[in-house]
């Protein structure tokens, strides 16, 4: 069974084709800036975090132990040693907080490849469709149009009965009239 449209105005797909075209290209460039961030998150785990923390790891361990040299130095030559105790308690939470922090980006640059490729996959799918369905959609929208088109351009034929009766009967009279013009009186035709 054919399906029918009511189709009140070429405008409405027109417009609607307009948006849909915006619709697909503000997707490519979300998808696109998507695609982007996870590269960007990624490199900055692995190449930035993970060193920096491993750095910061041997600092806080250096500074650890100049801390201690100093409290030792001091113990050696006087009973006062406060600030230093205070320096060497200081470098031991900074080597634990920079200790703690490696952990915690190793697990994630462990972890982060499997849950951006579970990402990536959905924006991979998505990506797909828009890239294969969107053109495919606009230019069907587009043929369809031009079939509305010529489809409003044929001309119906009249179907006035009042014309047609009018016609017939015209023709029928011009008919009559040829026929007496033509010597149909009988007469014949010399006048």
């Known amino acids: 069974m054919a399906q029918r449209a009511r189709v009140t105005s070429l405008d409405e797909i027109r417009r609607f084709r307009i948006a849909m075209s915006g619709f697909v290209e503000d997707c490519q460039g979300a998808l696109m800036s998507i695609r982007s961030e996870i590269s960007r998150t990624q490199n900055w785990v692995e190449r930035d975090q993970l060193p920096y923390w491993k750095n910061m790891v041997k600092k806080c361990t250096k500074d650890l132990g100049q801390a201690r040299n100093d409290l030792n130095r001091k113990e050696m030559t006087s009973n006062r040693t406060i600030d230093e105790q205070r320096a060497v308690e200081r470098a031991k939470r900074r080597l634990e907080e920079a200790q703690r922090k490696l952990v915690v980006v190793k697990k994630w640059a462990k972890m982060l490849p499997n849950e951006l490729d ?28 031009k079939s509305l088109e010529h489809y409003l351009a044929l001309q119906a034929p009249t179907s006035d009965p009042r014309r047609a009766t009018s016609t017939a009967e ?8 040829a026929k007496n013009d033509g010597g149909g009186d009988g007469a014949g035709g010399d006048s």
């Open 118 to 145: 579970r990402l990536i996959g959905g924006v991979r799918t998505l990506s797909a469709t828009v890239d294969r369905e969107g053109p495919n959609a606009e230019l069907r929208l587009g043929e369809f149009l």
């Open 170 to 177: 015209g023709d029928v009279a011009g008919d009559a009239d």
